[in-house]
């Protein structure tokens, strides 16, 4: 088996239905790369690891730890802890990351739990010092950043999608390694068959997306909320919302940004009749660049605004999709 190097950053990267990696992987190699040396962890079904090993080698993981088992498709979660703690055994690494997914949490949550580790939930971005890797955390709403560390032993980082700019080389040729997995018989929630969801648009998904346009109470109806998504069709964007256009049913609930919905760390966010709700700003804080347009010059959402348009979105909404369109033609 491989020596793995001193600074290994143990990366679990999250495999989708289809066998693609999600595309907040490129940022969680990345993030490794900027204080370690990226030991990637593939967990699949039986015949997907390959592809799995060889794409995550292109995101910059010069090692990937490749564990095939077919009890992904029966059984949640657990599976891919026992990988977790099999290759943190082996590889010894300096932090532990994984996404800040759904799955990812759960993961985290329940191998952090059993290893007596330290655990970082949904940070912004990783850094060294001499005593080993910190995480850094976005925290009341965007309001302050905060540095996290681990007493002992490595911690176990989770890094919410999309947050992390920075990307690692791809790696040409890697060192792939089966990972040997025995098998904790832990308690798991079983899964008796899965349906995929049908994609019904086009749009970048929210989670993770680069490009994020959301709308709010100030759209004033469910007709009218087209226009935001005219807007993000316009800049390729995925759509968002606030809790208000939400729960007055403008959009589904998956569509919620914010403290109680999704977070997201686009390069650009666009927010339409938002007033910006500490609780609103708690999941879009992050973003690259914030342009608000809302009627109320006073709207909170100017605070953090790198660029404001203080207007009737109904007027100024169309001219700028008028001005994109010309600009693209
Ligand atoms: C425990 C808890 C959790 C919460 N979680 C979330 C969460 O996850 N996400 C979230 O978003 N909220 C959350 N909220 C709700 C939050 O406090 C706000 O109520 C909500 O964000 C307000 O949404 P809004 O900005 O769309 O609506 P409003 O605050 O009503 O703002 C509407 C804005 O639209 C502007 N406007 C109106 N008409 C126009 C126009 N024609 N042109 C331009 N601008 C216009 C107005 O000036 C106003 O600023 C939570 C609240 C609590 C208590």
Redesign the pocket.
């Given at each position: 088996m491989t020596d793995f190097p001193a600074d290994s950053i143990l990366v679990l990267v999250d495999v989708l239905p289809s066998g693609a990696l999600p595309k907040s992987t490129a940022g969680l190699v990345g993030a490794a790369a900027g204080v370690g040396t990226p030991v990637a962890l593939v967990v699949t079904a039986a015949g997907e690891g390959a592809a799995a090993a060889e794409a995550v080698a292109a995101l910059g993981a010069p090692f990937v730890l490749v564990a095939e088992t077919d009890a992904v498709s029966s059984s949640l979660t657990v599976p891919a802890v026992d990988a977790l703690a099999a290759a943190a055994d082996l590889v010894r690494p300096d932090a532990i990351l994984v996404s800040n997914s759904i799955e990812g949490r759960d993961v985290a949550g329940r191998f952090a739990a059993r290893t007596r580790s330290a655990l970082c939930v949904d940070v912004v971005g990783v850094s060294r010092d001499d005593e080993g890797v910190v995480a850094n955390h976005s925290v009341y709403g965007g309001s302050y950043n905060v540095d996290a560390a681990a007493t002992w032993g490595a911690p176990v980082i989770t890094v919410r999608q999309g947050a992390v700019e920075a990307r690692a080389d791809g790696v040409a040729s890697p060192t792939i390694d089966t990972l040997t997995v025995t098998e904790s018989g832990k308690a798991a929630a079983s899964i008796d068959s899965f349906a995929e969801a049908t994609q019904a648009s086009t749009r970048p998904e929210l989670r993770g997306a680069g490009k994020v346009v959301s709308g709010?109470?100030?759209l004033?109806s469910q007709e009218k909320f087209v226009l935001v998504e005219q807007l993000a069709d316009a800049l390729g964007a995925a759509v968002g919302a606030?809790?208000?256009?939400v729960d007055a049913g403008y959009i589904p609930q998956t569509a919620?940004?914010?403290?109680?919905?999704v977070s997201v760390s686009p390069q650009l966010y666009v927010a339409?009749?938002?007033?910006?709700?500490?609780?609103?700003r708690?999941?879009m804080q992050t973003a690259k660049t914030i342009v608000a347009?809302?009627?109320?010059a006073d709207?909170p959402i100017f605070e953090i605004a790198d660029f404001g348009v203080v207007?009737?979105?109904?007027t100024v909404v169309p001219q700028l999709i008028a001005a994109i369109e010309a600009k693209r033609a």
């Open positions: 709010g109470r100030g004033g606030s809790r208000a256009a919620q940004v914010g403290q109680t919905g339409l009749g938002i007033s910006g709700a500490i609780q609103h708690a999941g347009i809302n009627k109320d709207a207007g009737d979105l109904f």
